[in-house]
């Protein structure tokens, strides 16, 4: 994760007014994907309340697609990794104009953040591994050569390591150590000024803080090499090899067990916190902790124990992961009339997700009498509370074998749900599957009825489709 101290950044600003920003902004703002030198670039859309300080979707994703090919001009080793990390699973970089949630980071500024676990939030399907960098409304507004040297220490530094299964057997110090100095090589192929006043920060944040244990390490066990951090540009292929000794060191001294030892122990105490203390918070954190493998392997049944600790103090989140538990069967006996009563609780306490399921079990009849009318009133109700872009790009994704292996009947699954709660794209996509036959059922009169409903939203191909 790339944070840097607090200052002002440059901006970009839309230009127009009236009628004329407001069309260019809808189109600069929505779900934007390409496909560029191998990598997946999403652009979500734009915030709900965008001013011109935002930069747009379009924008962004424009602007990332040029850091990468000034990358391959000027640093193409790094692309070189990338290709690295292809054959392992998809290298996806996100715009996110709405991360981080604002409030957060008062301190710092975060610019982008390597998350291999986000494309799971959706896509419950773990296998293989994915590399995903978000790049935040602070971090676009970076240069173009801070934008690109960025994404060389998410994607290239941390996400080497999780191709190597590394990092989560590295001090977090290390982890970012390693990162930063990948970082610092591509500055110096880009022949930044060293003496300016964000390169400056850079140097003093990289052998201050997050390679201060390794600057150590290198003054008691290779005094003589001490001077490569005295060059204005030192070494880093050099300093990266006596790196690998340094972790190695570790290791032989048990320095990591040890670290790792010492977080179990607290990762053990802090659930002996929670269990003797029980705020409904920590209960379901814990829950969540256990469901999503999170320092072990994923265990549903202890999950569950966790989420009903904190259903039974009313804590809707717990409610509403406990009812897709007891839906599917997952760490519990499958209870359809306790799935039920639980979302009806997560739902009372304005679960958006938890109409959603309510919604589709009143359409399809599952545990109750199928009553479309109740399921599309459902489906009003959450169509606010669930951000449908996401879903619609990953279906999108899935449906064009675009960074992924092509999947439609996953395709279908994210267009179904995006396309309930009243997406046009995604009713229009749904529409051609079923009209083709392609991952579904052909169903032509179920096609048509997604057509008509996107043409009526004004989605233009599904009011010019015959």
Not at 243 to 271: V, Y
Not at 377 to 384: D, K, T
Not at 443 to 451: P, R
Request: net charge positive; with cysteine.
């Amino acid at each position: 994760m790339r944070l840097i101290g607090l200052f002002l950044f440059g901006c970009f600003v839309l230009l127009g007014a009236g009628e004329v920003f407001a069309q260019a902004k809808f189109y600069q703002c929505d779900n934007k994907m390409y496909l560029h030198r191998d990598v997946v670039i999403l652009g979500f859309p734009c915030t709900q309340n965008a001013n011109r300080s935002e930069v747009s979707t379009q924008v962004g994703v424009e602007k990332i697609i040029a850091a990468i090919d000034l990358l391959a001009l000027q640093s193409p080793e790094s692309l070189n990794i990338i290709k690295r990390l292809k054959k392992a699973g998809p290298v996806i970089i996100i715009y996110d104009p709405a991360y981080p949630p604002v409030g957060q980071n008062l301190t710092t500024v975060q610019q982008a953040l390597f998350l291999p676990t986000f494309v799971e939030k959706f896509d419950q399907d773990k296998t293989g591994k994915k590399f995903t960098v978000i790049v935040s409304r602070n971090g676009i507004k970076q240069s173009l050569q801070t934008l690109a040297a960025v994404l060389v220490h998410e994607l290239m530094g941390h996400g080497t390591q999780h191709l190597e299964d590394r990092i989560l057997v590295m001090r977090t110090l290390d982890v970012e150590c390693e990162a930063w100095l990948l970082e610092e090589q591509v500055y110096q192929d880009f022949a930044v000024d060293k003496l300016s006043r964000d390169m400056v920060l850079f140097r003093q944040n990289l052998e201050q803080i997050h390679c201060s244990d390794f600057i150590n390490y290198m003054r008691n066990r290779v005094p003589d090499q001490v001077k490569l951090w005295d060059a204005k540009n030192p070494d880093v292929t050099k300093l990266l090899a006596i790196f690998k000794g340094f972790l190695k060191a570790q290791h032989e001294k048990g320095m990591i067990s040890t670290a790792l030892a010492a977080a179990q122990n607290q990762r053990a105490t802090a659930i002996q916190k929670v269990a003797r203390e029980g705020h409904p918070n920590d209960l379901y954190a814990l829950g969540k902790m256990y469901m999503a493998g999170i320092g072990e392997p994923e265990n549903p049944v202890e999950a569950a124990i966790w989420y009903e600790k904190a259903a039974a103090k009313k804590h809707s989140g717990a409610e509403l992961a406990l009812a897709e538990l007891y839906e599917n069967g997952k760490g519990v006996k499958p209870n359809l009339k306790r799935a039920m009563d639980l979302y009806v609780r997560a739902a009372k306490q304005g679960e958006a997700e938890a109409f959603y399921a309510l919604g589709v079990m009143f359409e399809v009849g599952r545990g109750v009498k199928k009553d479309l009318k109740k399921s599309q009133a459902l489906y009003v109700r959450a169509r606010a509370g669930v951000n449908t872009n996401p879903l619609v790009t990953f279906g999108m994704m899935y449906n064009d074998g675009t960074g992924f292996v092509q999947n439609v009947k996953k395709a279908h699954a994210f267009f179904l749900k995006a396309a309930r709660l009243g997406h046009k794209a995604a009713q229009f996509e749904l529409g051609l599957l079923l009209e083709q036959g392609i991952g579904v059922a052909k169903n032509i009169t179920l096609a048509a009825a997604w057509i008509k409903k996107s043409a009526a939203q004004g989605y233009a191909p599904a009011q010019q489709h015959n």
